[in-house]
């Protein structure tokens, strides 16, 4: 980090930010280990340790360090802070989170929440479930400093509108943020769920790869990028529609939701495969029920999950070759099916992939799961509220 990069000139503690960053890996360090590391004067570390300290980001920590002389105190990031709401809205069930400002969860719920029912009554629930987890965990709405959510649909970025969201009827254009931040009082982020879901799976591994890519195969498809450590949304948000992907299918006359022949969703979905397996005689409502098929030997289902994943291993095989991954993630309820899936997508992808862009390329299931969303949409509040530009301006506020 050059000085530059920390010297700031509106306020004593402009460059405060920065210094708290480092501190956000969890290790504690002495003043003189922060003097060495950001290359500024005593008394500038000093100056913003202060600031920092003053509004508890930073406390001291308990680990004495003595290196010969006399003992010198370590300072940490204080993770205990302030706390985040987080919010997975899904197409039928919602998963609510209070975390610490490390995404650890501190509680948690998990409700069938029908998103169809409208946002007036789904964001009034949401409110009333919020205050309900607080006093679980035994905090205040004063100590929240941010709310997150994850809205299962396309959602403009610098708004946090949903833009005409196929599941969601009632949530077109509906200014969600305002709506929420009128009645919590704090800042409120709004994104796009399998965003979301990207971001929670970086962050869970986040020792590893730069660039990854988070399939979510539920009754849709879609897929969230992160590229050189933070979310890629593309121009208008739409970036990692995968779903609508045209794919050379023997089942390619199959007409979409969204109108057109052929899709990656209408071809390989959980929907489809659902209903192809009714159309044979079987009990399948949705991807879970194909998951309960595969799951009971049903060779039918396998073979059809198996083929499924070959058809989503088509177009990510494209993607790799054009974005080079480290990593790709395969969650939603379809990753229930584990290595059937996965043996599909990993036949595909390494036969029509360049060998460069695969020789260290994992393809793995989710490690959080069903939690990568709830887990995302805090991460998603926490960077911001701690970006170095963020914690500066509220140190000179
Ligand atoms: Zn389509």
């Known amino acids: 980090m050059t000085e530059s990069m920390l010297t700031g000139t509106s306020s004593p503690a402009a460059g405060a930010g920065a210094l708290l960053s480092l501190l956000r890996d969890g290790r504690a360090r002495t ?40 003992p010198a105190t370590a300072f940490a990031f204080n993770k205990s802070a302030r706390i985040v709401l987080a919010a997975d809205l899904g197409a039928t069930h919602a998963r609510l989170a209070v975390t610490d400002l490390a995404a650890t969860m501190l509680a948690e719920q998990e409700v069938e929440m029908p998103i169809a029912r409208g946002p007036e009554a789904v964001l009034t629930w949401l409110v009333d479930a919020f205050r309900e987890l607080l006093t679980e965990c035994d905090r205040r709405l004063a100590d929240v400093c941010g709310v997150g959510v994850g809205l299962p649909g396309p959602v403009e970025h610098d708004t946090g509108k949903p833009v005409n969201p196929p599941i969601m009827p009632g949530w077109d254009g509906f200014p969600v943020p305002d709506w929420l931040s009128a009645r919590l009082g704090v800042p409120v982020l709004v994104d796009n769920d399998v965003n979301m879901m990207a971001l929670g799976e970086y962050w869970a591994g986040r020792s590893g790869a730069e660039h990854l890519i988070y399939v979510k195969i539920g009754t849709g498809i879609g897929c969230g990028i992160i590229s050189g450590r933070s979310l890629h949304r593309g121009a208008q948000g739409a970036a990692g529609d995968i779903g609508h992907i045209r794919v050379p299918s023997s089942e390619e006359n199959l007409v979409c939701r969204c109108g057109n022949v052929g899709c990656l969703e209408a071809v390989a979905g959980g929907a489809a495969l659902a209903a192809r397996l009714h159309a044979a005689g079987h009990e399948t409502a949705d991807s879970r029920d194909v998951v309960r098929l595969v799951r009971a030997g049903n060779t039918e289902a396998i073979q059809l999950v198996r083929q499924a994943g070959r058809e989503v291993g088509v177009v990510l095989a494209s993607i790799v070759n054009f974005f080079n991954p480290a990593v790709i993630l395969i969650g939603g309820d379809l990753a229930g099916a584990g290595e059937h899936l996965l043996a599909g997508l990993r036949e595909v992808i390494y036969s029509r992939s360049l060998p460069l862009a695969t020789q260290h390329l994992s393809i793995r299931v989710s490690e959080l799961g069903d939690r990568a969303g709830v887990v995302g949409a805090a991460v998603m509040m926490i960077e911001h509220m701690l970006s170095p530009e963020a914690v500066d301006q509220a140190l000179s506020a």
């Open 31 to 70: 003043r003189a280990e922060l003097v060495e590391l950001t290359g500024l004067a005593r008394s500038t570390v000093s100056l913003r340790l202060d600031a920092l300290l003053s509004r508890r980001w930073v406390v001291p920590a308990d680990d004495v360090i003595s290196s010969g002389g006399r």
